[in-house]
């Protein structure tokens, strides 16, 4: 038990970490906090709640996954490899695209419920 509680204090640390020093984090849990908020404000089916909920942890942990890397990375300097430069770029490629697919699910799902609200 107490190798279990260790290990979500380390957790938690890291997330404070990522919480205060990561901009894009910042970013991209304000957008997680509204797109829960229209969860709830427009009572979406169960299921379009899942898919929601489901591409916010994806942009989030592809998120993370970019941090970590990114120091690694940092860890190196690119002058140890050439690669070093291509790999940030790619992962921040990774980023990109999950956030945009999370964008468009989004859009496809809320487009209805903003319609029947605004009376289109």
């Known amino acids: 038990m107490r190798r279990l509680i260790i290990s979500l204090g380390?957790?938690?640390?890291?997330?404070?970490h990522v919480i205060q020093h990561e901009k894009?984090?910042?970013?991209?849990?304000?957008?997680?906090?509204?797109?829960?908020?229209?969860?709830?404000?427009?009572k979406v089916k169960s299921?379009?709640?899942i898919v929601l909920v489901l591409m916010i942890m994806w942009v989030l942990i592809t998120?993370?996954?970019?941090?970590?890397?990114?120091?690694?990375?940092d860890i190196l300097?690119?002058?140890?490899?050439p690669y070093?430069?291509?790999?940030?770029?790619?992962m921040a490629t990774v980023v990109l695209i999950s956030?945009?697919?999370?964008?468009?699910?989004g859009i496809i799902?809320?487009?209805?419920y903003f319609r029947d609200l605004l009376g289109i």
């Open 84 to 90: 070093a430069r291509l790999i940030k770029d790619i």
């Open 24 to 42: 894009n984090f910042q970013i991209e849990l304000i957008i997680a906090v509204v797109i829960l908020f229209l969860i709830f404000y427009f």
């Open 77 to 81: 300097k690119p002058r140890i490899h």
């Open 63 to 73: 998120e993370l996954t970019n941090t970590v890397l990114e120091r690694v990375v």
């Open 99 to 105: 956030s945009s697919v999370a964008v468009a699910v």
């Open 109 to 112: 799902i809320f487009f209805p």
């Open 10 to 16: 380390n957790a938690l640390r890291g997330l404070k």
């Open 47 to 49: 299921w379009e709640a």
